[in-house]
């Protein structure tokens, strides 16, 4: 699927195929977004395409004053577009000039079945030769645009780890392509394919990145791999804003991605999201003390103090492993605002402690756990905390036992009246996760199924909420789990006084909500009330920050 944005003062409308060759010309292109194999590419929408492509839409994006969107179904085309394009330059030109921004996602598509693996298709140095033809499109469109006299402002291509070409490698002539754009690029996300980084080389010296200011590089799958292109961007990129940065979460010192110093400062850095194990965590200790701008943080660094399995002993071992570790200092993060601890280790260095310090005094309004509830009462310092989500339980974690609440529920119930100033509640309670099968020894299957989420959980969850709160908002989700019955939507539980909506997020997501009148609750359901902000950080629509109900 191809997608072309396209800015301009006009209402959102769909245009179908055989309007196409008649647009007027005052749709000019802004952007070019590529869903699929990544070998289709096309331009100004008047050009006439030909009767051969088929399943062609031209929709507005709903997030975005004047954006539209053109949906190509087949992808096999991409020469024959790119040449009308190129045609289209020629006769009137001026089309090149005008692409701002290019948006490659890679599908979650089916293994093509005329493709057939090697016995070196799953080997370290295995190069799948399928992306080396998908790339040659993008790479004629960026130095198209480049002999243009123009350059780019954003560029996207993530890769998925499990996408069919994920052993893939983009030739040099890429890279080298979109390096010309890099003085002009605003907004950089690149994922790299299996140990496609350690085969790439780090962009020429000169190539810099003034005017960068988003920046998100997954490198998940660089194991083992040199990190020098990702070390060269860092240090050539002194105006960032945002810095999502995604790395190999395995704790073998050869696994771990290699020279990448953290030996950087971003002055400017607002947002700052890190996922991977904590390889030379004495260094990056030191580069977070450094982020004082720093208003929202994914901490999602893991790092256990352990000996090594005796197996393990002989293999090249963390330098710094045996270094006593740098604990948060008080002064860093002076201006925090939103924290999400991603990870599951015990932090003798980042705990909850630490970042609920009260001698750091950080002004704190949300919180997300995504890993380990210990240490949660440590939350207790966060007198100006008005969102707390739970994201890292399940089902189970909440559904009382006989006579006894859960180790979460008991967690809850203890740090809920000390939080006064909390206005939301989000638990995961998530079921599917916990569904398996199995085959017995008469080659019968069992499955187990775990009951998804339902009015009892909910009903038990609402029972947790001490009567003086001041929660405003509650959010449950469980992708398993029914509507709620219009039985109970009429005829709703009794709710804390404070308690004005409920999200229950699970085969639909629905918000109520709720209306009380004469002692009794009715749940109606409505809109989210808050105005969601509109690209700030060009934030994702599974930006965590983004999924609350209420404004703070």
């Given at each position: 699927?191809?997608a ?12 179908p ?10 749709y ?19 050009v ?13 994006e ?19 577009l790119?040449?009308?394009v ?9 089309i090149?000039?005008?692409?701002q ?5 890679d599908?979650e ?27 040659a ?5 960026l130095?198209?645009i480049t002999?243009?006299?123009?350059s780019l402002?954003?560029f996207?291509?993530t ?10 490698q ?8 979109l ?9 950089l ?10 085969r790439?080389?780090p ?7 003034p ?5 998100r590089?997954d ?7 040199n990190?020098?292109?990702v070390?060269?961007?860092?240090k ?13 979460g ?10 990448i ?18 390889f ?35 293999k ?7 270094l ?17 601890m ?19 005094a950080r ?11 210990s ?17 890292s ?18 967690e ?10 909390l ?12 569904n ?13 199924v ?5 009015v ?21 989700w ?17 709710v804390?006084a404070s ?9 639909e ?17 409505c ?26």
């Open positions: 699927m191809l072309v944005a396209f800015r301009g003062c006009f209402r959102p409308r769909t245009v195929y055989s309007a196409l060759p008649h647009m007027s010309r005052q000019k292109l802004r952007c070019i977004s590529i869903v699929g194999p990544p070998k289709m590419v096309t331009a100004d929408l008047s006439a395409l030909p009767e051969t492509v088929q399943g062609t839409s031209v929709t507005r709903l997030d975005g004053p004047g954006w539209y969107h053109a949906k190509i179904a087949h992808p096999e085309h991409t020469q024959v790119l040449d009308h190129l045609e289209k330059e020629k006769t009137t030109g001026g090149l000039s005008k692409i921004s290019i948006d490659i996602v599908p598509s089916q293994e093509d079945p005329n493709f057939q693996k090697s016995d070196n298709y799953f080997k370290r140095s295995h190069v799948d030769p399928r992306l080396t033809t998908y790339c499109p993008i790479t004629s469109l130095n198209y002999l243009a006299s123009h402002s954003s996207t291509w890769s998925p780890y499990d996408w069919p070409m994920k052993y893939g983009r030739p040099p002539s890429f890279w080298t392509a390096w010309a754009h890099a003085r002009t690029l605003s907004d996300h690149i994922g790299f394919y299996e140990h496609e980084l350690g790439t080389a962009p020429p010296p000169d190539v810099t990145f005017a960068l200011t988003n920046l590089i490198a998940s799958t660089a194991h083992g791999d990190g020098q292109l070390e060269h961007i860092f050539n990129s002194p105006n960032l804003e945002r810095l999502d940065f995604v790395y190999p395995c704790d073998l010192y050869t696994c771990q991605i290699q020279n110093t953290w030996d950087y400062d971003f002055p400017h850095l607002k947002r700052l999201e890190v996922r991977g194990w904590d030379n965590r004495r260094t990056f200790a030191h580069f977070l003390t450094r982020c004082s701008n720093v208003e929202v943080f994914t901490d999602g660094v893991d790092y256990i103090h352990s000996t090594p399995e005796p197996e393990f002993q002989s090249p071992q963390d330098p710094e492993a045996v006593p570790p740098v604990p948060l200092p008080v002064t860093a993060f002076p201006n925090l605002r939103a924290l999400c991603n990870t599951f280790s015990r932090s003798e260095t980042r705990n909850l402690y630490h970042w609920f310090d009260p001698q750091a002004p704190i309004q949300h919180v997300m756990l995504g890993g380990s509830l240490n949660m009462q440590a939350i207790a310092n966060g007198k100006q905390l008005k969102v707390l989500e739970v994201r339980t399940n089902i189970k974690d909440w559904r009382p036992t006989p006579g006894a609440l859960s180790y979460a529920a008991s809850l119930v203890t740090l809920l009246p000390k939080l006064p100033s206005q939301e509640l989000a638990l995961g309670m998530d079921s599917g996760c916990l398996y099968s199995y085959r017995n020894d008469d080659g019968s299957e069992e499955v187990v775990v009951p998804p989420m339902n009892d959980d909910l009903k038990h969850v609402i029972s947790l909420l001490p009567p003086s709160t001041q929660i405003r908002a509650l959010r449950l469980d992708t398993q789990a029914d509507a709620l019955p219009q039985s109970l939507l009429d005829d709703f539980y009794a804390p308690l004005e909506y409920i999200s229950w997020e699970g085969k997501k629905r918000l109520y909500r709720l209306e009380k009148m004469e002692g009794t609750v009715r749940a109606v359901e809109e989210v009330p808050r105005q969601r902000r509109q690209n700030e950080w060009r934030t994702e629509d599974d930006d965590w920050l983004e999924d609350r109900i209420l404004d703070y």
